[in-house]
T-cell receptor, first 113, second 111 residues
Framework: AQSVAQPEDQVNVAEGNPLTVKCTYSVSGNPYLFWYVQYPNRGLQFLLKYITGDNLVKGSYGFEAEFNKSQTSFHLKKPSALVSDSALYFCAVRPSGYSTLTFGKGTMLLVSP | DSGVTQTPKHLITATGQRVTLRCSPRSGDLSVYWYQQSLDQGLQFLIQYYNGEERAKGNILERFSAQQFPDLHSELNLSSLELGDSALYFC??????????FGPGTRLLVL
């Protein structure tokens, strides 16, 4: 069975600084990896995905993620954080050939002015 | 706006009751997924339908059931409700591609 670990419950960063939200996964076969963001009282918004190809994936709102097969990681990054980036971030995985997603428990990102 | 709609936004009911949550997928999407989000369990996959047929089942209780209708909208039925069923229930949809798009959710409170 697949699993996702987001080791940090919360990440604090100052506005303008780079941010990283960590994600590691366990899956049989080739992974399809996703990042979603959830703002208060809202649904999950798709940010980016890795299916195949370049290990660096670019997504919405200036976010990017790097797929590292040897470390089974898919960390979310942004060069310069905004206060409006403050939200709950979820990493998710599904094995190729399957359709259902397994989510991590989420990481709260707090960007201070 | 993802294009996935869910009704109602909020639902307050009593233990032992039955409720129905409704989801309309994005135009053209054949797959519908249901998820439950709670503080202690996180985001858990419940069930998937594809073009009217059940495709995959997750941690869905026997008291819960779902269906997808010919117009592709889906309903999640929760019966014999317990306090622990209080949660956010999300619907997501996808086409043949890999990305699931989520609706705004239904917040269920069981008193």
């Amino acid at each position: 069975a697949q699993s996702v670990a987001q080791p940090e419950d919360q990440v604090n960063v100052a506005e303008g600084n780079p941010l990283t939200v960590k994600c590691t996964y366990s899956v049989s076969g080739n992974p399809y990896l996703f990042w979603y963001v959830q703002y208060p009282n809202r649904g999950l918004q798709f940010l980016l995905k890795y299916i195949t190809g370049d290990n660096l994936v670019k997504g919405s709102y200036g976010f990017e993620a790097e797929f590292n097969k040897s470390q089974t990681s898919f960390h979310l990054k942004k060069p310069s954080a905004l206060v409006s980036d403050s939200a709950l971030y979820f990493c998710a995985v599904r094995p190729s050939g399957y359709s259902t997603l397994t989510f991590g428990k989420g990481t709260m990102l707090l960007v201070s002015p | 706006d993802s294009g996935v709609t869910q009704t109602p936004k909020h639902l307050i009911t009593a233990t032992g009751q039955r409720v129905t949550l409704r989801c309309s997928p994005r135009s053209g999407d054949l797959s519908v997924y249901w998820y439950q989000q709670s503080l202690d369990q996180g985001l858990q996959f419940l069930i998937q339908y594809y073009n009217g047929e059940e495709r995959a089942k997750g941690n869905i209780l026997e008291r819960f059931s779902a269906q997808q209708f010919p117009d592709l909208h889906s309903e999640l039925n929760l019966s014999s409700l317990e306090l622990g069923d209080s949660a956010l229930y999300f619907c997501a949809s996808s086409d043949q591609g890999e990305t699931q798009y989520f609706g705004p959710g239904t917040r269920l409170l069981v008193l």
